[in-house]
């Protein structure tokens, strides 16, 4: 028989946390489903800690082999007719290892790693907790998904940016951007992608991040940024941990970026989007602040600055060279 343990096999949480574990691989969660487990989640960090309790026994059932399923869906279907009370979290997980066995091919669907994605709107900075209670802060219409397993835990940033306070645990936690690799090393950092361009700024501890090919990799450290850029490779210099996340405070912060990626990043904030007509415009490098709330006279000033021209129209704007071609 398969040897299992659990701490607080009683307590309410630890019930909650079996019931939404069980919910949430039952069928394809609607987003309101998502929503109040997310809101669950962030209740207390009690319910973090549970809920990833017991999707570990969860993954550590379902890894077993078929004779020790069946032995412990043997187990709980006599201690029903014996009317042995269960606690309800073995309960649920018992029921879904019954379907699973039962059924056959609904076992992978149960216990291989869900792929939970998060998203934000344009405007909008959503804070969330993953299973393991690491904080994640997504700025203005960006993108992860979240894949958990056994051996490891990985993030990806489809786009836009975010800030990850990692709990520290035995299983690596990773962040794919693109075509970088961060390797959290005990820590919290921001990551940003603009396409394959990445930035990750390391506010506490360090971090470990692999450029394409795998080789080269280098390690920063608080107050340290890390660069991405497909046409010039990887650099790494010093930031001020303030400035890493001052879009948190609804504050851009830029230095030395090229206006592409500086457009990129105040249109996940705009309700009119800004588009570059000229890849000459998109190279122009940019030092400053752009404040979420003023990024329209932003805009408009820009021609004091730069040789560009802006043209205002209905649902965008378009900037472009004001210098004869």
């Not at 809101?39 to 550590?60: I, K, P, T």
């Not at 209670?133 to 975010?162: F, H, M, N, P, Q």
């Not at 805009?299 to 004091?304: F, N, Q, S, T």
Request: glycine share 8%; charged share 25%; net charge negative.
């Amino acid at each position: 028989m398969m040897a299992m343990t659990f701490a607080g096999a009683g307590d309410r949480v630890t019930q909650a946390a079996a019931q939404w574990w069980t919910r949430l691989r039952a069928e394809d969660p609607t987003d309101a489903t998502i929503e109040q487990w997310l809101a669950w989640m962030e209740e207390h960090d009690s319910h973090a800690r549970a809920f990833e309790e017991v999707s570990r026994l969860g993954q550590r059932l379902g890894h077993a082999d078929i004779h020790a399923r069946e032995a412990f869906v043997a187990e709980f279907a006599g201690a029903a007719e014996r009317r042995v009370r269960w606690p309800l979290w073995m309960g649920a997980v018992a029921a879904s290892l019954l379907v699973a066995v039962v059924g056959g091919s609904l076992l992978d669907r149960v216990y291989r790693p869900q792929a939970q994605p998060y998203v934000s709107e344009v405007g909008q900075n959503r804070d969330l907790a993953l299973p393991d209670g690491t904080r994640v802060a997504l700025g203005g219409a960006s993108a992860i998904t979240a894949r958990y397993a056994d051996d490891l835990r990985k993030i990806e940033l489809r786009e836009g940016e975010a800030f990850f306070s990692v709990t520290h645990e035995r299983r690596p936690f990773e962040v794919e951007a693109g075509p970088v690799l961060i390797r959290d090393l005990g820590t919290a950092f921001n990551v940003r992608r603009t396409g394959d361009r990445v930035a990750v700024a390391v506010t506490e501890g360090r971090v470990r991040v692999t450029p394409p090919g795998g080789k080269d990799a280098v390690e920063a450290a608080a107050g340290q940024q890390v660069l991405f850029d497909p046409r010039s490779g990887m650099s790494i210099g010093p930031i001020a941990v303030e400035d890493a996340t001052a879009w948190r405070g609804r504050r851009l912060e830029f230095v030395n970026e090229p206006l592409f990626v500086v457009v990129a990043s105040i249109n996940r904030y705009s309700r009119r989007p800004v588009q570059i007509a000229d890849a000459g415009v998109g190279a122009l490098t940019f030092t400053g602040t752009v404040r979420v709330d003023a990024i329209d006279r932003w805009v408009e000033a820009l021609p004091r600055v730069f040789p560009v021209q802006v043209s205002a129209f209905g649902d965008h704007v378009v900037l472009s060279s004001a210098e004869p071609h």
